[in-house]
């Protein structure tokens, strides 16, 4: 019989191969999400679109990532996620292969929604590493898988960056090779068993959905979930909006506006990392509180537009303007993208520590709740862009709802301390 030590460097070693191919994979799958709001600048002129056909492109990947992401946590659980990783890359690589091929507005959007399939790798994902990982490195894990998300901001880099060099379709075919590449090293190096390594998670599979969402209510995942919605949803929502916004407010081109949108997302993707490490030490509630009100800080200041003061002197009127240059205002963006991703890493740990043998599917809970507030806010930033004539009230309304989410979840967490006080044994 293996001793502990034993079993922790079999752990650690299993860790050591699954955690790069589970991120390298996300990353990839984080990049469709994107792939289109770059990509799609080329093809609108190429084929002609309206705005309504270009709409669709930039929503189907997060549309269909929403509605894919419970099934594929609740086939996880059933089937294992090793498979539905399997299944939801090789769906990925078929995408590619279409993007490829095609070269009418069906094609593509019929490769947009199979995108979507990003939100089923995440769910499974995951679980995957999840079930390799002890409960002290749980926060830093999920920190270092989440980080995959930097996918988005590379293909803002690569997009043009190909389309310079060859054509757009470079970039399809180069996540083609490294999705076919993870593929096989997925399917090489990890055993059908690794999906149900962890005992702590090996429990009843045929426990009822109605059952989980009871347990769900008693451990406060339905109001954690809704905070990441919040927190992550806004993170996705400004990764889409930025590039448009910068250009405009700089007068750039596209192309420049995408580029400044990666310092937003990348440093905000790897302050996972940080978060979940951080909650791994001093707890989670401590550190989303923190992070929250830096986020927060940086709103205040990024929600002011350009604007001129006339101050009517003895003698003459004296005009006084005031507007962040790029750089500053870029500084303030990079904050605001690291305490929003620090926020969602430890947030993330809260909940699956919570219901951590039902981590696919609660992490296809959370993709639909953070799906379903980015697909929201771009709709809801347009709207109020149109009625204010505002570029920067896109802050504001941040602001506000972040507001709120730090009210809720400071009630939500000093209730939660409660209960667990007054738990017998405690």
Same mark, same amino acid.
């Given at each position: 019989?293996?001793?502990?030590?034993?079993?922790? $460097?079999?752990?650690?070693?299993?860790? /050591?191969?699954v955690?790069?191919?589970?991120?390298?994979?996300?990353?990839i799958?984080?990049?469709?999400w994107?792939?289109? /709001?770059?990509?799609?600048?080329?093809?609108?002129?190429?084929?002609?679109?309206?705005?309504?056909?270009?709409?669709?492109?930039?929503?189907?990947?997060? !549309?269909?990532?929403a509605?894919?992401?419970?099934?594929?946590?609740?086939? /996880?659980r059933?089937?294992?996620?090793?498979?539905?990783?399997?299944?939801?890359?090789?769906?990925?690589?078929?995408?590619?292969? %279409? @993007?490829?091929?095609t070269?009418?507005?069906?094609?593509y959007?019929?490769?947009?929604?199979?995108?979507?399939?990003?939100?089923?790798?995440?769910?499974?994902?995951?679980?995957?590493?999840?079930?390799?990982?002890?409960?002290?490195?749980?926060?830093?894990?999920?920190?270092?898988?989440?980080? =995959?998300?930097?996918?988005?901001?590379?293909?803002?880099?690569?997009?043009?960056?190909?389309h310079?060099?060859?054509?757009?379709?470079?970039?399809?075919?180069?996540?083609? %090779?490294?999705?076919?590449?993870?593929?096989?090293?997925?399917?090489?190096?990890?055993?059908?068993?690794?999906?149900?390594? $962890?005992?702590?998670?090996?429990?009843?599979?045929?426990?009822?959905?109605?059952?989980?969402? !009871?347990? *769900?209510?008693?451990? #406060?995942?339905?109001?954690? #979930?809704?905070?990441?919605?919040?927190?992550? =949803?806004?993170?996705f929502? @400004?990764?889409?909006w930025?590039? $448009?916004?910068?250009?405009?407010? *700089?007068?750039?081109?596209?192309?420049? #506006?995408?580029?400044?949108?990666?310092?937003?997302?990348?440093?905000?993707?790897?302050?996972? %990392?940080?978060?979940?490490?951080?909650? $791994?030490?001093?707890?989670?509630?401590?550190? %989303?509180?923190?992070?929250?009100?830096?986020?927060?800080?940086?709103?205040?200041v990024?929600?002011?537009?350009p604007?001129?003061?006339?101050?009517?002197?003895?003698?003459?009127?004296?005009?006084?303007? *005031?507007?962040?240059?790029?750089?500053?205002?870029?500084?303030?963006?990079?904050? @605001?993208?690291?305490?929003?991703?620090?926020?969602?890493?430890?947030?993330?740990?809260?909940?699956?520590?919570?219901?951590?043998?039902?981590? !696919?599917?609660? !992490?296809?809970?959370?993709l639909?709740?953070?799906?379903?507030?980015?697909?929201?806010?771009?709709?809801?930033? #347009?709207?109020?862009?149109?009625?204010?004539?505002?570029?920067?009230?896109?802050?504001?309304?941040? *602001?506000?709802?972040?507001?709120?989410?730090?009210?809720?979840?400071?009630?939500?967490?000093?209730?939660?301390?409660?209960?667990?006080?007054?738990?017998?044994?405690?």
């Open positions: 019989m293996k001793s502990e030590a034993d079993q922790e $460097d079999e752990r650690l070693a299993s860790l /050591a191969v955690l790069p191919l589970a991120v390298t994979g996300f990353i799958a984080a990049g469709s994107t792939l289109f /709001a770059v990509a799609g600048i080329h093809l609108r002129t190429e084929l002609s679109l309206s705005n309504l056909q270009f709409g669709l492109l930039l929503a189907m990947p997060m !549309a269909v990532s509605l894919l992401a419970v099934p594929a946590g609740l086939a /996880a059933k089937f294992g996620a090793r498979r539905i990783m399997l299944v939801c890359l090789a769906g990925l690589a078929v995408c590619m292969v %279409i @993007l490829l091929t070269d009418t507005f069906t094609g959007l019929l490769a947009a929604g199979g995108l979507g399939l990003a939100g089923g790798f995440y769910s499974a994902g995951m679980q995957f590493v999840t079930s390799n990982c002890q409960h002290q490195r749980l926060g830093l894990v999920l920190g270092v898988f989440g980080a =995959g998300v930097t996918g988005a901001g590379f293909t803002y880099y690569l997009v043009p960056l190909f310079e060099a060859f054509s757009w379709q470079g970039v399809p075919l180069a996540y083609l %090779i490294v999705l076919l590449l993870v593929l096989a090293l997925l399917l090489l190096l990890t055993d059908p068993e690794d999906a149900i390594a $962890d005992p702590e998670t090996e429990t009843e599979t045929e426990t009822s959905v109605k059952v989980m969402f !009871a347990g *769900f209510r008693r451990q #406060g995942i339905w109001q954690l #979930g809704a905070y990441f919605g919040v927190i992550a =949803g806004s993170f929502a @400004l990764a889409l930025l590039p $448009d916004y910068l250009s405009s407010q *700089f007068e750039l081109q596209v192309q420049s #506006g995408a580029r400044l949108a990666q310092w937003f997302i990348i440093p905000g993707a790897l302050a996972q %990392i940080l978060g979940g490490g951080l909650s $791994d030490r001093y707890g989670s509630p401590r550190v %989303i509180g923190r992070s929250l009100s830096v986020g927060l800080v940086a709103l205040v990024l929600s002011y537009p604007m001129t003061l006339f101050i009517r002197g003895v003698e003459t009127t004296i005009k006084v303007e *005031f507007a962040l240059p790029m750089n500053v205002e870029s500084i303030f963006v990079v904050v @605001l993208g690291m305490a929003l991703g620090c926020a969602m890493g430890s947030l993330q740990r809260m909940v699956i520590i919570e219901s951590r043998q039902n981590a !696919a599917f609660v !992490a296809g809970l959370l639909v709740s953070a799906c379903s507030v980015a697909f929201l806010l771009p709709v809801i930033f #347009g709207a109020v862009n149109h009625w204010l004539g505002v570029r920067s009230a896109v802050f504001m309304i941040l *602001f506000l709802l972040l507001c709120i989410c730090q009210f809720m979840f400071g009630r939500f967490s000093r209730s939660h301390e409660r209960q667990t006080l007054l738990q017998p044994g405690i």
